[in-house]
């Protein structure tokens, strides 16, 4: 029987998403990256562009509630 490993599709997403998802100002998600508390940007070309991975930022979120969850 075949075994079939699924990963989740990479989905870049502005860092206006990642604040509008998160509930963070940009400033504090630079902040926060430079930190390393934060999931880091990935550039998209050349130029100033940058994203970051959708997947990345869903697992930071967890992380927090699993933080919560254990403090509580």
Same mark, same amino acid.
């Given at each position: 029987?075949? *075994?079939?490993?699924?990963?989740?599709?990479?989905?870049? @997403?502005r860092?206006?998403? !990642?604040?509008?998802?998160? &509930?963070?100002?940009? /400033?504090? @998600?630079?902040?926060?990256?430079? *930190? &390393? *508390?934060?999931?880091?940007?990935?550039?998209?070309? /050349?130029?100033?562009?940058?994203?970051? @991975?959708?997947?990345e @930022?869903? !697992?930071?979120?967890?992380?927090?509630?699993?933080?919560?969850?254990?403090?509580?």
């Amino acid at each position: 029987m075949e *075994q079939h490993i699924t990963t989740p599709a990479l989905r870049f @997403i502005r860092v206006r998403e !990642a604040s509008n998802k998160t &509930g963070l100002s940009k /400033s504090s @998600i630079y902040d926060m990256m430079a *930190q &390393g *508390q934060f999931p880091k940007t990935v550039r998209l070309g /050349s130029g100033r562009s940058v994203a970051f @991975i959708e997947a990345e @930022i869903d !697992a930071w979120m967890a992380e927090r509630v699993a933080a919560r969850n254990v403090a509580a």
